[in-house]
């Protein structure tokens, strides 16, 4: 009589006295296994599994495969290889009986993968800690400098100036000025060093006003307007 049953994600057709190489399995040697995942028995096809069918096995041995060599090469990218071996870990084991019904009786230690096993020298989990509830935000941190007095909530007008003729002003920090209160060439020609550092940091470019000047165009463009 032969069986179908499936372990480590693969299928193998067995009858008794058949040796076989299966991913490893949580047992030692001399111990009797049952594989109780069986698709077919003789005649009998299961929907997806045979009840009660089961296939008993002895340990033999825990071995490893060949070793299989990986070997990646990035030829386009960074011209890089990497050469990595490695051996699959098995067991060896011998079939000794296929149990057509009954298999969940028969009192044998069921067949369980390595991975899914409890290791023996590890304690029981602890419960968990308790979780501290999350602290508050830190404050932010205050920014350097003095806010300029001359800040606007919006153009004198209706009508604000254009902030791109100075040197390092986009679009995007043109409205970022906006945001912040800047529409004139004015306001920037009258800010102090202390003035200049809060900015920097509402800006995030930090040495930019000071490394671009434009304190001096812009007092050059409010002098155009006069």
Known sequence: MFAVMKTGGKQYRVQPGDVLRVEKLAADAGETIQFNEVLMVGSTVGTPLVEGA???????????????????????????ARKKGHRQKLTLLRVTSILESGAEASGVKAAIGAGSAPRSDMAAPSAPAPVAPAEAPAAQAEISGARPANLLTEARGGAPDDLNRISGVGPKLEKLLHEN????????????????????EKLSFKGRIARDGWIDQAKEFAAEKE
Do not use: C, N, P
């Open 54 to 80: 089961g296939v008993q096995a002895e340990v033999i041995d825990q071995i490893k495969g060949e070793k299989l060599i990986h070997y990646v090469r990035r030829r386009r990218k960074h011209s890089s």
């Open 181 to 200: 209160g800047v529409f004139h060439f004015d306001q920037i020609a009258a800010w102090t060093e202390t003035e200049v550092a809060y900015m920097d």
